[in-house]
């Protein structure tokens, strides 16, 4: 069974990425797997948790795309073939289309 790529999206601390990174090493995530963490700040201490567990991340700021942030924010979960996005305390707002 294929494994669910799961992009879990912060802005702070990262204590609900903590809790999610808890849950998956339990086996709690059930076909889950945490694939990539976006922050919409740079210097985010979820960051480092995300690095601490082996999670590839990334900065995605709306300082830096301005309208384009929730383009660039599916194209990096387009490139990373993420199945399902998880809000865990992210502030910035998502705009759809």
């Given amino acids: 069974m294929k494994k669910v790529r799961i992009a879990v999206l912060?802005?702070?601390g990262g204590t609900n990425l903590q809790a999610l990174i808890d849950a998956q090493e339990r086996g709690g995530l059930g076909g889950g797997k945490i694939t990539a963490v976006i922050s919409s700040k740079?210097?985010?201490?979820a960051l480092e948790r995300?690095?601490?567990?082996g999670i590839e991340s990334a900065v995605?700021?709306?300082?830096?795309h301005g309208v384009?942030?929730?383009d660039k924010i599916l194209e990096y979960l387009k490139?990373?073939?993420v199945d399902v996005v998880v809000l865990a305390g992210f502030l910035a707002i998502l705009e759809g289309k």
């Fill in 68 to 70: 384009a942030l929730c």
């Fill in 50 to 53: 995300a690095k601490n567990a």
């Fill in 79 to 81: 490139e990373k073939q």
């Fill in 42 to 45: 740079d210097g985010a201490y």
């Fill in 60 to 64: 995605i700021t709306r300082k830096e």
């Fill in 10 to 12: 912060v802005s702070g």
